[in-house]
């Protein structure tokens, strides 16, 4: 016997993956789009660009949205257990009267106060794209 090996004998599967790797292109040789795809793609980049930045000024102002409505929520989460705790020590009826009076005028003007902030930011948010952010329209 040789020293040298013999090739393997080739079996369908092996014909196949040989035929298979013969066939496929050369990726240095092949455009990676054609031309007609790369002229669209490059017509499309301002359309592509400014759709971009309405959606970064629409996640901006939906962020700002959320982040108000979380500072609302904890304020008022936190001024409602405070009022719990004044009816709580409440002495008599007239002075707890008067606690209850004081947390719902309260309560009340924070509501609309915050409704009125919320609806600015929202009709801020709706008057993009081209304009400045909401945050810069609304007073806090």
């Known amino acids: 016997m040789s020293d040298i090996e ?7 599967r ?3 993956a040989a035929t298979a790797a013969a066939a496929e292109p050369s990726l240095s040789t ?3 789009m054609p031309a007609e795809m790369s002229a669209s793609a490059e017509a ?3 359309t592509m660009a400014a759709g971009s930045q309405v959606m970064g000024q629409w996640l901006s102002g939906m962020t700002e949205l959320s982040q108000e ?3 609302f929520t904890q304020q008022r989460l936190q001024e409602d257990a405070e009022a719990w705790m004044r009816l709580a020590s409440c002495r008599s009826v007239e002075e707890a009267f008067a606690c209850q009076q004081h947390f719902a005028e309260t309560a009340m003007k924070q509501y609309f106060d915050e409704a009125t902030r919320l609806q600015q930011l929202l009709a801020g948010l709706a008057s993009w794209p ?3 952010p909401p945050s810069s329209r609304v007073a806090a």
């Open 30 to 32: 092949e455009p990676s």
């Open 69 to 71: 409505i979380a500072r």
């Open 6 to 12: 013999a090739a393997p004998t080739p079996t369908p």
């Open 130 to 132: 081209g304009s400045a």
């Open 14 to 16: 092996r014909r196949k």
């Open 44 to 46: 499309s980049a301002p």
